[in-house]
């Protein structure tokens, strides 16, 4: 069955006399994908992102918190096991993070207002939402 083109199929490849021949590398680049508005992704995901507000304590709360700290300052010698929660502020946008961390109370800075833990993590007091420990029990846990 002889097609309408069959004529054509054996002819040679056309090599242009005025352009140099295009590699297989670089006519290949021609049909890679092409982002017009180069970082439009990233702010999207950026804008998507979720944070949290921070929550201010009322008074009861950092009567208890200062309590949690009086008790931490007196048992430093014996390095308690706690578990603190607190509030990381967005490096990017309004808002921030609550992360939970864990460890051995080293001590607590005063001057630089922080909590140290003997893995050298230090942790700003206005930031922290709750501290637990086994020396806690019998005081309010939220």
Same mark, same amino acid.
């Given at each position: 069955?002889?097609?309408?083109?069959?004529?054509?199929?054996?002819?040679?490849?056309?090599?242009? =006399?005025?352009?140099?021949?295009?590699?297989?590398?670089? @006519?290949?680049?021609?049909?890679?994908?092409?982002?017009?508005?180069?970082?439009?992704?990233?702010?999207?995901?950026?804008?998507?992102? +979720?944070?949290? @507000?921070?929550? %201010?304590?009322? %008074?009861?709360?950092?009567?208890?918190? =200062?309590?949690?700290? +009086?008790?931490?300052?007196?048992? /430093?010698?014996?390095?308690?096991?706690?578990?603190? /929660?607190?509030?990381?502020?967005?490096? @990017?946008? %309004?808002?921030?993070?609550?992360?939970?961390?864990?460890? @051995?109370?080293?001590?607590? =800075?005063?001057?630089?207002? +922080?909590?140290?833990?003997?893995?050298?993590?230090?942790?700003?007091? %206005?930031?922290?939402w709750d501290i637990q420990s086994e020396l806690f029990e019998g005081l309010e846990q939220d």
């Open positions: 069955m002889a097609g309408k083109y069959d004529d054509l199929l054996n002819l040679p490849h056309h090599q242009s =006399d005025r352009r140099p021949h295009m590699t297989i590398h670089d @006519r290949a680049a021609q049909f890679s994908p092409f982002a017009a508005l180069t970082g439009h992704k990233e702010m999207i995901e950026e804008e998507e992102r +979720q944070t949290e @507000r921070f929550r %201010e304590m009322d %008074e009861g709360q950092m009567s208890i918190l =200062d309590g949690k700290l +009086q008790i931490l300052q007196e048992n /430093r010698s014996a390095r308690p096991e706690v578990r603190i /929660r607190y509030f990381v502020p967005d490096e @990017r946008k %309004e808002g921030g993070a609550y992360r939970e961390t864990a460890g @051995r109370f080293q001590k607590l =800075d005063e001057g630089k207002r +922080q909590i140290v833990l003997e893995d050298g993590t230090a942790i700003y007091i %206005e930031g922290i």
